[in-house]
């Protein structure tokens, strides 16, 4: 009897398989998205025009050239040819931090400056993450400098 009953089913039912989804591209139908969203940026053409009502213009302000930053903006450049010469121009410099100031020298002097000037203060304690990150730094260049740097050729 199940016999029958599978052949009637075969016969009577068919499954029906649809591989293609569209055929033409004039067929599919898009999903709306962002529905009642408004574009805030302006991506119409070259000038960009408010509806209806024209862009608004910052009213002009001139500077002040005479507040004291401009005022005395390069008044130490000339300090050693003008000055009584007991002022040296490096001490001038008065933004710069301390480790740089009026140094001569590459990156690993400056930084072996700094561990020395910041080792004497609580730096190492307050900062530990900075203080590891110059250690590693001197070391990497220290390393980098007796590798890679040429020295001088001996006669032995």
């Avoid at 130490?76 to 931090?97: A, C, E, F, R, S």
């Avoid at 009026?102 to 730096?123: C, D, F, N, P, Q």
């Amino acid at each position: 009897m199940s016999f029958l009953g599978l052949r009637v089913l075969d016969v009577l039912w068919k499954p029906t398989v649809n591989i293609v989804r569209h055929r033409y591209h004039a067929d599919k139908t898009r999903l709306v998205r962002r529905y009642g969203y408004k574009e805030q940026i302006w991506s119409g053409g070259l000038l960009p025009r408010a509806l209806g009502k024209p862009l608004p213009i910052p009213e002009y302000r001139p500077s002040n050239a005479w507040t004291e930053r401009r005022a005395l903006f390069g008044q130490n450049d000339y300090i050693d040819i003008l000055g009584p010469g007991d002022l040296h121009p490096v001490k001038t410099l008065y933004t710069v931090p301390s480790w740089i100031r009026g140094v001569s020298g590459s990156e690993y002097h400056i930084l072996l400056r700094k561990k020395k000037m910041w080792s004497k203060t609580a730096s190492p304690a307050i900062r530990p993450t900075k203080w590891k990150e110059l250690q590693k730094r001197i070391s990497f260049l220290y390393r980098k400098l007796n590798r890679k740097t040429k020295t001088g050729f001996s006669p032995d």
